[in-house]
């Protein structure tokens, strides 16, 4: 054991002298997952690249917000899916307090916004467009919400403004926000029964999208400063009177210290960058062929072997 | 009622109690019907009253955390465990850790927990236990239930040991008594997620995480327990002790400690279930195994292969609850002197050696030593062919029960509750409390209640308050007729508790996705939850109580010809009424702990802020909020006690 730390300090010594020949320290990477499976399988996917270069990785459970500050403190290595709608104000928080680091974007783009199934539109064809959602607001009532349409969104904790939005485009419209992300994905199920239009917060890359097919809400587009200036937009009065980005981060992140300790990992980090229809695949390998993570992140390896050896590799 | 005025305490004193409690119910009233003309400071807590609570307990947080250095101690002691709990993983499913020798055969594992079950109780609880494990395996679940129980075999000792020392101290030190009892009756009533944010912010997040708040969790009835144990030790025995010239240390080990054993084991029996209670729970903050991969399944909405789950842990905890009541029942055995070693220790060289065959058997059948997911069975389809078709067959009822709760009933409540001005409700109170226990009673309403409305989230504690209560009713209407059937007879007892213990060891968890496809997201789903854990302990206390009646007063009325239901109402009911409304305080306990938890439907209650609180790691606000519900439960249960108490006095019971 005792030779085995002094070998990992020469080891890091050696790496902050010249990064390129840096062995990789022998504790383990703490990879984190959460409670969706597209991460939890790209985390197993770069786990195993990991483990294919010779190092030891373990992967930790932890909440999806709280990350960030277990990163900083080097509790755990890394993050593989930083949402900029979801996620961005906590990873801004925390690189701010200092520890953590942006390592780059996936070539993947985000999109969170107001979302309906198909048969939502049988009953209101004029979607996707906003006003006619306006105009079908009664479509989608319920006994909690009156004559208005109910807007099921996501836990309070996600800070999305949809009551906001409601208000600065003056819609017929009730904000219920939903507790979990388990709740709006049973509520949608429900609803397919009856085919009982409903609306609600959804986001892309989802595995929902291979369940249940459906569209976003057309908002006024996202333009820089609608959020904080009431003059942008078109209600010249408030702000938020507009949707959100239609191509939102979908961002690494790394503990300050990875560099050093892990140097060769690192460099394949920095290079790792996923596809939206990449990340859609590993969610339907667990949630459509109920592979377990592991297993489903070992296929798609084999599949995709062409992808990731450059990233091993690297480019030189 | 009949027998209750026979033998009531001192009469003009009830009358003066009563009288003082009509006055404060009419200023009640009057504060209520005359809001309008309130001043503001009367309808709602005035923001001078308002203490900044939560910025107090960080600071004193921040302080003993960083300026004292007690993460540094809890940090170390926390790698401590670390090693602990990586030699249990390695053991059980192979971590790659020290002493690298796992992971062991399952069959060998299901082979020791059999011969277990044998020696503690015989072939039944041998085939129970070892069938148990051999689900797991057969399910695909084998990794999960050993990251599980590879925290639970760490986290159960150190419970134990924690509780027994603390009990111990607790019965020799007056003092220290006196510290400990409002603390654990805090600590018990306390929602979880309140101290797994101190957790998160001492220990970090992972299996360690997981065991600290698992033993957070269960050692508090341990310390109970031990102390009841250790009280009710005669002096009999001890002077025995004494003569026999033992030190006060051999007094302790070899007097005091077995007497209390029956006590004891039960409270060992207490921390395994209240560990397993906390598998889902703990994974929020990071523990691995059946509860992290639970919520996984729930959030993909797999209903059916999360009850394979919950059937598992259900399985674990009432095979656990067998050995360790078999271990409580059991009389050590004495064989004959001269008995040679083989004799005696029969058994353990049997398990050695079945040890030993499954071990080479697992080497040369791969599947004897593990089974993957490929190889694994599932009942998935059949469960949710069977949910879908509940749900379908209780849709059209659904929809309109959905519709009529809501606009009549939860919707008008709500906006009552919170109508009422602040200070209607304390004098309301006030009271009840005054009417139950007196002016002492009456205080400690006020000062629960008070410090709520001092904590600036009377709103949202309102709102808690209509759940729980409304859900408690609900529940009382379900659990009080089916606890009057199920004391009927010994066989249908048997099976209502038998129903009782599975849905209390079921992880709520997987109700809460069902409840949503069937009444939607709104208090309806909530209250459905909440209800369907509130009822169990109503439908226990309440058979217990009719069965716990003395026989000779039942004989006693059915020779004065009472019918059955005369007996039942005038006799076995108002005999049962104060073990019922144990149920009843206990019902309430469980409901507060559910409608946090039922904030994952969505609710605007104090669990909505609990769960910010936790991502958002805000000890403060956390600890606050969890104490408005403690402080909700711990009313409840000091106005059922004393009530309870006093009528068990009448009715001559104790």
């Known amino acids: 054991m005792r030779s085995k730390t002094l070998l990992s300090a020469t080891a890091v010594a050696l790496a902050t002298v010249s990064m390129a020949q840096a062995q990789d320290s022998s504790d383990p990477i703490l990879i984190p997952t959460h409670n969706w499976s597209s991460q939890i399988v790209m985390s197993h996917v770069v786990g195993q690249i990991f483990e294919s270069?010779?190092?030891?990785?373990?992967?930790?459970?932890?909440?999806?917000?709280?990350?960030?500050?277990?990163?900083?403190?080097?509790?755990?290595?890394?993050?593989?899916?930083?949402?900029?709608?979801?996620?961005?104000?906590?990873?801004?928080?925390?690189?701010?307090?200092?520890?953590?680091?942006?390592?780059?974007?996936?070539?993947?783009?985000?999109?969170?916004?107001?979302?309906?199934?198909?048969?939502?539109?049988?009953?209101?064809?004029?979607?996707?467009?906003?006003?006619?959602?306006?105009?079908?607001?009664?479509?989608?009532?319920?006994?909690?919400?009156?004559?208005?349409?109910?807007?099921?969104?996501?836990?309070?904790?996600?800070?999305?403004?949809?009551?906001?939005?409601?208000?600065?485009?003056?819609?017929?419209?009730?904000?219920?926000?939903?507790?979990?992300?388990?709740?709006?994905?049973?509520?949608?199920?429900?609803?397919?029964?009856d085919k009982r239009p409903v609306v609600i917060f959804n986001w892309t890359p989802n595995f929902v999208e291979a369940l249940y097919p459906g569209e976003f809400v057309e908002f006024p587009e996202y333009v820089e400063g609608c959020k904080d200036d009431p003059a942008v937009g078109p209600n010249p009065d408030m702000t938020y009177d507009c949707?959100?980005?239609?191509?939102?981060?979908?961002?690494?992140?790394?503990?300050?210290?990875?560099?050093?300790?892990?140097?060769?990992?690192?460099?394949?980090?920095?290079?790792?960058?996923?596809?939206?229809?990449?990340?859609?695949?590993?969610?339907?390998?667990v949630d459509i062929d109920e592979l377990e993570p592991e297993d489903a992140a070992a296929e798609w390896l084999e599949n995709n072997e062409a992808v990731w050896t450059p990233w091993v590799e690297g480019d030189a | 009622m009949?027998?209750?005025?026979?033998?009531?305490?001192?009469?003009?004193?009830?009358?003066?109690?009563?009288?003082?409690?009509?006055?404060?119910?009419?200023?009640?009233?009057?504060?209520?019907?005359?809001?309008?003309?309130?001043?503001?400071?009367?309808?709602?807590?005035?923001?001078?009253?308002?203490?900044?609570f939560a910025d107090w307990i960080n600071a004193a947080f921040a302080f003993v955390r960083d300026d004292l250095g007690l993460i540094h101690v809890t940090r170390a002691f926390a790698d401590g465990l670390e090693w602990v709990l990586d030699?249990?993983?390695?053991?059980?499913?192979?971590?790659?850790?020290?002493?690298?020798?796992?992971?062991?055969?399952?069959?060998?594992?299901?082979?020791?927990?059999?011969?277990?079950?044998?020696?503690?109780?015989?072939?039944?609880?041998?085939?129970?236990?070892?069938?148990?494990?051999?689900?797991?395996?057969?399910?695909?679940?084998?990794?999960?239930?050993?990251?599980?129980?590879?925290?639970?075999?760490?986290?159960?000792?150190?419970?134990?040991?924690?509780?027994?020392?603390?009990?111990?101290?607790?019965?020799?030190?007056?003092?220290?008594?006196?510290?400990?009892?409002?603390?654990?009756?805090?600590?018990?009533?306390?929602?979880?997620?309140?101290?797994?944010?101190?957790?998160?912010?001492?220990?970090?997040?992972?299996?360690?995480?997981?065991?600290?708040?698992?033993?957070?969790?269960?050692?508090?009835?341990?310390i109970r327990m031990t102390l009841l144990g250790l009280q009710k030790v005669s002096a009999e025995v001890v002077e025995a002790g004494h003569m026999a010239g033992a030190t006060r240390w051999q007094l302790l080990r070899y007097v005091r400690l077995p007497t209390a054993r029956t006590e004891i084991l039960v409270g060992i029996n207490q921390v395994i279930m209240q560990c397993l209670a906390m598998v889902v729970l703990a994974?929020?903050?990071?523990?691995?195994?059946?509860?992290q991969k639970l919520l996984q399944l729930l959030q993909a909405l797999k209903i059916g292969r999360s009850i394979e789950i919950g059937i598992t842990i259900v399985l674990l905890a009432v095979m656990l609850d067998r050995c360790s009541k078999a271990w409580a029942m059991k009389q050590p055995v004495h064989l004959e002197k001269g008995a040679s070693w083989l004799t005696r220790h029969k058994l353990l060289v049997l398990w050695a050696a079945l040890v030993v065959l499954f071990w080479l058997l697992s080497l040369a059948f791969p599947l004897l030593h593990e089974i993957g997911r490929r190889d694994a069975l599932s009942l998935s389809e059949p469960l949710d062919a069977m949910m879908d078709w509940i749900?379908?067959?209780?849709?059209?009822?659904?929809?309109?029960?959905?519709w009529f709760l809501i606009v009549w009933v939860l919707v008008p409540l709500r906006d009552g509750m919170l109508w009422l001005p602040f200070s209607?409700?304390?004098m309301f109170l006030m009271a009840v409390g005054w009417a139950i226990g007196g002016k002492r009673s009456a205080l400690i309403c006020?000062?629960?209640?008070?410090?709520?409305?001092?904590?600036?989230?009377?709103?949202?504690?309102?709102?808690?308050?209509?759940?729980?209560?409304?859900?408690?009713?609900?529940?009382?209407?379900?659990?009080?007729?089916?606890?009057?059937?199920?004391?009927?007879?010994?066989?249908?007892?048997?099976?209502?508790?038998?129903?009782?213990?599975?849905?209390?060891?079921?992880?709520?968890?997987?109700?809460?996705?069902?409840?949503?496809?069937?009444?939607?997201?709104?208090?309806?789903?909530?209250?459905?939850?909440?209800?369907?854990?509130?009822?169990?302990?109503?439908?226990?206390?309440?058979?217990?109580?009719?069965?716990?009646?003395?026989?000779?007063?039942?004989?006693?009325?059915?020779?004065?010809?009472?019918?059955?239901?005369?007996?039942?109402?005038?006799?076995?009911?108002?005999?049962?009424?104060?073990?019922?409304?144990?149920?009843?305080?206990?019902?309430?306990?469980?409901?507060?702990?559910?409608?946090?938890?039922?904030?994952?439907?969505?609710?605007?209650?104090?669990?909505?802020?609990?769960?910010?609180?936790?991502?958002?790691?805000?000890?403060?606000k956390g600890l606050v909020l969890g104490l408005a519900v403690a402080f909700m439960g711990l009313t409840v249960d000091h106005l059922v006690s004393v009530w309870a108490g006093r009528r068990r006095k009448a009715l001559g019971l104790d």
């Open chain 2, 283 to 291: 994974s929020f903050i990071g523990m691995p195994g059946l509860g």
């Open chain 2, 87 to 222: 030699v249990t993983a390695n053991l059980l499913y192979g971590k790659n850790r020290w002493p690298r020798l796992g992971p062991i055969p399952w069959t060998v594992i299901a082979i020791t927990a059999a011969m277990i079950g044998y020696a503690l109780n015989g072939w039944r609880l041998a085939a129970f236990a070892g069938l148990t494990f051999v689900w797991i395996a057969v399910m695909g679940q084998w990794q999960w239930a050993m990251e599980t129980l590879s925290v639970i075999v760490v986290a159960a000792p150190v419970s134990v040991f924690l509780g027994l020392s603390m009990g111990i101290l607790a019965w020799k030190s007056e003092g220290f008594r006196k510290i400990l009892n409002p603390l654990l009756n805090i600590a018990q009533s306390l929602p979880h997620f309140a101290y797994m944010i101190p957790v998160v912010v001492f220990i970090g997040v992972g299996p360690k995480a997981g065991a600290i708040v698992t033993v957070i969790f269960s050692v508090p009835p341990m």
């Open chain 1, 53 to 193: 270069m010779g190092n030891s990785v373990e992967y930790v459970s932890t909440d999806s917000q709280a990350v960030y500050e277990s990163i900083r403190l080097g509790d755990v290595t890394l993050e593989l899916e930083v949402w900029e709608g979801a996620f961005g104000p906590a990873f801004e928080t925390a690189v701010a307090k200092g520890g953590i680091h942006d390592v780059g974007d996936h070539d993947a783009v985000t999109r969170e916004d107001w979302w309906y199934p198909l048969w939502a539109k049988e009953a209101c064809p004029g979607l996707p467009a906003w006003e006619a959602l306006n105009e079908c607001a009664e479509l989608f009532a319920t006994p909690e919400t009156g004559d208005k349409g109910r807007f099921l969104g996501g836990p309070v904790d996600w800070l999305k403004h949809d009551q906001e939005r409601v208000d600065a485009l003056s819609m017929d419209f009730v904000v219920v926000n939903a507790g979990s992300a388990s709740a709006l994905w049973a509520e949608v199920g429900a609803a397919e029964r």
């Open chain 2, 446 to 620: 006020l000062a629960y209640f008070g410090l709520i409305a001092m904590s600036g989230w009377w709103d949202r504690a309102m709102i808690t308050v209509y759940t729980v209560t409304f859900s408690v009713f609900i529940a009382t209407l379900i659990g009080f007729p089916l606890g009057i059937w199920g004391s009927r007879s010994e066989g249908r007892a048997k099976v209502a508790l038998l129903v009782c213990d599975t849905l209390q060891t079921f992880p709520s968890f997987i109700y809460l996705i069902p409840v949503i496809m069937l009444f939607g997201v709104n208090d309806v789903a909530v209250v459905g939850a909440v209800v369907l854990f509130a009822a169990v302990p109503l439908v226990r206390y309440t058979i217990e109580g009719l069965r716990g009646v003395p026989a000779s007063l039942i004989e006693a009325a059915d020779m004065s010809g009472a019918t059955r239901n005369q007996t039942l109402w005038n006799v076995r009911l108002p005999l049962a009424l104060p073990t019922i409304m144990v149920g009843v305080n206990q019902s309430v306990m469980f409901s507060l702990f559910m409608v946090i938890i039922a904030a994952f439907i969505g609710t605007q209650d104090l669990g909505q802020e609990m769960q910010r609180a936790l991502s958002s790691s805000d000890v403060g």
């Open chain 2, 391 to 402: 749900i379908a067959t209780l849709d059209p009822v659904t929809q309109w029960l959905r």
């Open chain 1, 243 to 285: 949707g959100n980005p239609a191509n939102g981060y979908l961002k690494k992140a790394a503990w300050d210290g990875m560099a050093d300790k892990w140097p060769g990992a690192y460099e394949t980090l920095k290079r790792i960058s996923f596809t939206n229809p990449q990340i859609a695949e590993m969610a339907k390998l």
């Open chain 2, 424 to 426: 209607a409700v304390l």
């Open chain 2, 2 to 52: 009949t027998i209750t005025a026979t033998n009531a305490p001192a009469p003009e004193r009830t009358e003066t109690r009563l009288r003082v409690a009509q006055i404060l119910f009419a200023a009640a009233l009057c504060l209520a019907i005359g809001r309008f003309a309130l001043p503001d400071f009367l309808v709602r807590p005035p923001e001078w009253l308002i203490l900044p």
